[in-house]
Nanobody, 121 residues
């Protein structure tokens, strides 16, 4: 099995910054991609950003220029640097990883427990 442990959420004023971390552990052969989703109250979960094993990134338009995803492949860890935060960024942020447990087998999706990010106006 694979476990994803997130850290770094909290309360910040608008315009401030936070850095989220997510470390994957367990029976990992390799990780195709890791990233972050978020879910605000009353809204559907949405993809915020992701990074592939090759280093390609994909950001939702609303966070471009403000959020930066990075990874430490050796540690199976992904980071989300969030700058210029806005009240509309308030949500529970979930880390995910697309993981191969064994060579030649399909990958599986794993989720972290979620971390609350609250941006006050």
């Amino acid at each position: 099995q694979v476990q994803l442990v997130e850290s770094g959420g909290g309360l910040v004023q608008a315009g401030g910054s936070l850095r989220l971390s997510c470390a994957a552990s367990g029976s990992i052969f390799n990780i195709n991609a890791m990233g972050w989703y978020r879910q605000a109250p009353g809204k559907q979960r949405e993809l915020v950003t992701a990074i592939t094993s090759g280093g390609s990134t994909n950001d939702v338009d609303s966070v471009k220029g403000r959020f930066t995803i990075s990874r430490d492949a050796a540690k199976n860890t992904v980071y989300l640097q969030m700058n210029s935060l806005k009240p509309e960024d308030t949500a529970v942020y979930y880390c995910y990883a697309d993981v191969h447990l064994r060579p030649g087998y399909a990958s599986n999706h794993y989720w972290g427990q979620g971390t609350q990010v609250t941006v006050s106006s």
